[in-house]
């Protein structure tokens, strides 16, 4: 494994964790569309980026 | 909605795709790889629509959305988590293409039984792949049951549903293999991603527009926004139906094989940046869609029949409706026609090719071919048994496949995995999540899939220490992997 799929390995799992952790901490009372609808959308975002980032030099 | 509607649909439906299908032929194909693999050269955006039309199938705009209406929010989290274990092709996707390449495999199960240097490592884990896929091609079934009864309030059965999905999933397998599903499946991404983000727009609007609808939810049905919610999505539920999940883009066959297929890794990563565009609206479109039917409809004793009333309502345009039915019915097939690919080609090579000496490839083609409508079959009947919510038996699915998980990071990343640990992991493990799913025993709230992956996982890493791995075989396997990643980073600096 490179040092760079490392480091975005750690930071895929931070992103993980968080999806299962804040909704049920901090957002559990939040009952309003911002509250863990938004959190889980905005990580399906993130998602996205860090794929493309990972995968940038994949040529033909 | 009346049921010539629905039929002139299906009908339109099934014209459109075998004429696509037919078009899609290129020469008869003679080899494994050309009728399993379309040649190793599909590229990247066919690649992507098919794996999205593959991965989301009826489960997604039925099933997800029957979720969401039962739970409540927490639905969109379980299918984000799926969504971000999606990245896992990022690491592996490479892996398995440049080995796929190299030595040639058809089948992911086929690589595995290379790496461990042994055959019957291939054998294993194919039968256990038929044994928890054929639930998972039924909840496909069942969906297009589910909705074409639920469309016409009962005008057309759930079985006659079920026999036409099972038909055309024959069909579109038969007339050129991997390329007729590939272009049927694209056809189908397209059209149920317009279709579908219109009729969301559609249903919002009818409700009064974003924040009226939210609005309502908040006033409402306020524990639908929150986990656990109405309690559906406790902590331990949450987690037991993630897991498995989580490393669906690698535990699952039909998803892992197309890992063999792109051109390239530029097509590759098409593949992966497209399936995930598509994959996130797709989330978000059967979300909003459970949300909807919770203002619209209440008190619906069966959650599966939400996207089905939703379809039929009077906020939908007739057409419009029977459209997105028809793509449902669409992305229900060609899931499970890339679901008979795959477990035919595992069935053809690794268990008649490994066990039968003298397995040509022309044979081990003619075998795969009748051993398609056989798994068809088998998915009809446990289709008719209609035994639980599709999302719920979706998961057990994937729970029995989350076994070999540990096998398939060990292939890639740990010299020291044995065939003797894959195949007590596997064969341990399977038993293991099979009863807990027959018995419904949850030990300590958990379910099948934590508990079979924390099993075989320990089996693996325990008997490997104590049997003796190919250490040649991995080392060659590894040191090219990494040898060539090295390059692609030498390159990358020169540049």
Redesign the interface.
Known sequence: ??N??KF??VI?LL??LS??VI??TG???????Y???LL??V???V??L???I??R???? | MSNSFVWWGIILYIIASVFIAYLSRSGKEASMSGYFLGNRKMNGFVSALSYSATTYSAFMMVGLAGLTYRGGVGALGFEIIYFAGVTLVAFFGPRFWLVGNKYGYVTPVEMLGDRYSDKMVSVVIAISSCIFLIPYSAVQLAGVGYLVEGMTNGGISFTTGVVIATVLAIAFSFIAGIRSVMWTDSLQALMMILASTAVVLIVIQGLGGFSSFFGTLEQNYPEKLTVPGNGFWSFATFLSMTVPWLFFSLSNPQVSQRLFMPSSMKSLRGMLLGFLGFGLIYTMVSVLWGFSAVIIFPDLENPDVATPYLLSSELVPTVLGVLVMVAIIAAAISTIDSIMLTLASLFARDVYGNLRKGADERRQLAVGKIIMPIIAVMAFAFAELQLDLIAVLSVASSAGLTVTVPAIIGAFFWKKGTAPGVIASVTVAGILVMVLELTGIKPYQLGSGVWGLLVSTVIFVVVSIFTKAPEEKASEFIDYINEELKQELKLKKVK
Do not use: Q
Request: with cysteine; aromatic share 20%; glycine share 8%.
């Open positions: 494994m490179t760079r799929e975005w390995g895929c992103v993980i999806a299962y909704p049920y957002l559990s009372n939040v009952e309003k569309w509250g863990s609808f889980w959308f990580v399906g975002i998602v996205i860090i794929n493309l990972i995968t030099d994949w040529r033909s």
